[in-house]
């Protein structure tokens, strides 16, 4: 599978035409190009949280605005995750060996305040930085947390913060004057093939990838606010940083993220694409693919 290839940041705003600009500046331009319609805020936004646990044979629990809970198994002798392009799967052979495990349900919350975790166990959290965790199997723990800041809460951070399904990409592919000399559009079973099931971007600055059963997670922020330029900084097999930007742009209950790829040439591009393009043929003109990955959000509970 194809690894994330990440550009300069000079690079990625020359080629979505953007403003260039400080890093979080400023907000969205309301019913600009790139903010269309409204979405209330999400489900179980007043709810949303992670705590980082000290003493636990996890790392974190986060309950996310979408009602997804996640926890994090602790790294151990693992090593970091594999290389991968944002929402693209990761390489089939790197899966869970690299990657400490993240176990994943449903949460509802209690009368009594707590949070019932399916599939996990019932959490309360107490005044101590502690949380009182009663397991699946009865047993019961208290172990340190310590609640993480959250990103602010504003019109930008609630829109993004959901789960969200790719059902349409189409890719261009142009020169290196921005000119698109070719158009794609994926079928069905080309998405499945190349991308991740689903996605949950959260408050606290992670974006969870399911695919196959499994979840992996990267780090989220904006590197632009104004231009909704996000931030995706993952850790590939040599516990390397790495760090790429992907546009967001919203229109009513839906997003599309805008990931660009360079080349040298076109016969490069088509062995970037082969496994779900085989008969791509391309210009040697080609530079750059542009990736418009059209999403509906992700209702967990219907």
């Known amino acids: 599978m194809k690894l994330l290839k990440f550009m300069a940041t000079g690079a990625i705003v020359a080629s979505l035409s953007l403003t260039s600009c400080t890093a979080d500046e400023g907000g969205p331009e309301i019913g600009g190009q790139l903010w269309q319609g409204e979405l209330g805020a999400p489900e179980y936004a007043d709810d949303a949280i992670c705590y980082d ?21 602790k790294a151990g002798n693992q090593y970091s995750a594999p290389k991968h392009r944002t929402m693209h799967k990761a390489p089939a052979a790197s899966r869970s060996y690299y990657e400490p495990e993240i ?13 019932k975790l399916k599939g996990f166990g019932t959490i309360t959290y107490n005044r101590n930085h ?8 009865g047993q019961s723990e208290v172990w340190d947390a310590v609640p993480q800041e959250k990103m602010p809460t504003n019109a930008l951070n609630s829109r993004l913060c959901r789960t969200w399904k790719i059902d349409k990409v189409r890719i261009e592919f142009c020169d290196k004057d921005n000119e698109v000399l070719k158009e794609v559009y ?16 959260t408050y606290s600055g992670q974006v969870y990838e399911y695919d196959e059963g499994e979840w992996y997670h990267d780090k989220w922020s904006w590197y ?22 992907i546009q967001a742009i919203f229109n009513d209950d839906r997003v599309t993220f805008l990931q660009p790829l360079w080349f040298d040439d076109g016969e490069e591009a088509e062995w970037e694409y082969e496994e779900i393009l085989p008969n791509l043929s391309l210009p040697s003109s080609v530079r750059m693919a542009k990736e418009y990955l059209e999403c509906k959000e992700y209702k967990i509970r219907k």
Do not use: W
């Open 130 to 137: 502690t949380l009182a965790v009663t397991l699946e199997n």
């Open 224 to 245: 632009n606010a104004t231009s909704q330029l996000i931030r995706i900084v993952n850790m590939d097999e040599d516990f390397y940083q790495e760090e790429g930007l």
């Open 53 to 73: 646990l000290t003493d636990a044979p996890y790392s974190y629990i986060e309950l996310s605005e979408s009602g997804l809970y996640f926890v994090g198994e």
């Open 103 to 115: 176990i994943s349900g449903e949460y509802e919350k209690l009368s009594d305040g707590s949070y």
């Open 186 to 201: 994926l079928t069905e079973d080309q998405i499945a093939t190349e991308y991740v099931n689903y996605f949950t971007f």
